[in-house]
């Protein structure tokens, strides 16, 4: 690169807007909420990935081949004229909080009037011998199914290591493919949004789908050399020595707030980053939204609760002082051929003074569940048919004390 070209990369932008980083579902929902109060607003969103925006939650749907890509667009043309700069492929390296400015990874500068965080989350890799054997994917992102969609990839007997909704979707989605599934998971299923008794009534449905199901931690991934001589998984080993012999193993064991950005600047972080009512970190001029907000020491995992939080940042982003009170926790299970759902005010092992009350079918095929605390519902599960509507349900757990 000539000396001019580095010079020009390291010259500070000029220009001032609203700053976005993160251009996943969160990030472009609430550059959508921005322009629907101010549509002239100046904007400049930022992501990472090679790719434009996309719906990530529809990914099991594309690796399983029930979606293409151009079903995944995320975001829909914008009213014009508008302010809006889309910059992909570009990840910001650093936040310079003194002089509202971010860096990206080219070394250019552009400085902001507020800065929002849409950073999203990474996946949580869990720290077990042979995890980074060829055969061992990740599944977060469109690199990660084109790599499980790799024309070398035999995909006959695949493992699913996670037992929550994107592994207990996984499996299923691999299993339309024709492939042989097994999901180990260390307690039960959907561990976060059923009870006892859901779990093991989807436990006996995806038996009957033809999946396996293993309880238990994986200890190792075994492997052997390639022709090329790299290390390939061919088994999970659990810590009670069972050993569970695959072609390749899909990773789907939790994610991880992404806060090295917040770190890097000082922005007060725990498990994820910091936000008060208003959705603003420990700087006023910085939001956070999404998977990798803190709210009242709780990180939300799902798409709900980040689009809610979105509509309320992007009003107090334009001078707003519209206050975020939580959301309720709404997770429904999707390609699985069974209606499994839950809405919780808190995550169900976190209840307290909870008592629940159940009907189960004689037939076994539909159960339901009612949590309440001090006679307010807090949260419903539901295995094969809703006793009200989701929008219902998520509005008696949301309004009640």
Known sequence: MCNAMKQGRSLLTQEKSIIIIGSGPVGTRILRDLLRIRPEAAVTIYGDEPWEPYDRVKLVSLLC???????????????KPNNVTLKSSNRIVAIDRDNRQITDSFGDRQTYTKLILATGSNPWIPSIPGINFSGV????????????????YKGQRVIVLGGGLLGVELACGLQKKGQQVTVVVSDRLLGRQLDDR????????????????IFGRASEILGSPNKEGKMTAHSV????????????????????????????????????????????????????????????????????????QSDIAAQNVLGGRVKYSGSAVVAQLKGADIAAFSCAREELENQMETRSISYESRDHTQYRSLQLNKGHLTGVVCIGGYPLKVGQIKKLTAHNP
Not at 139 to 152: A, I, M, W
């Open 237 to 308: 080993q659990t810590f009670s020595k069972q050993i569970i012999a695959c072609d390749c193993v899909v990773l789907a064991t939790g994610i991880m707030p992404a806060t090295d950005l917040a770190l890097g600047c000082g922005l007060a972080t725990g498990r994820g980053i910091k936000v008060n009512n208003y959705l603003q970190t420990s700087d006023p001029l910085i939001y956070a939204v999404g998977e990798c907000a803190e709210h009242r020491g709780r990180v939300y995992g799902l798409i709900g609760p980040g689009f809610e």
């Open 65 to 79: 081949g029930d979606l293409s890509w151009a079903d995944l667009t995320n975001l829909p043309p914008l009213p």
């Open 198 to 213: 859901a779990a093991e009534l989807l436990n006996k449905h995806l038996h009957s789908l033809g999946i396996e199901v």
């Open 137 to 152: 994917h990740a599944f977060r992102n469109v690199g990660d199914v084109r790599g499980l969609l790799d024309k070398s």
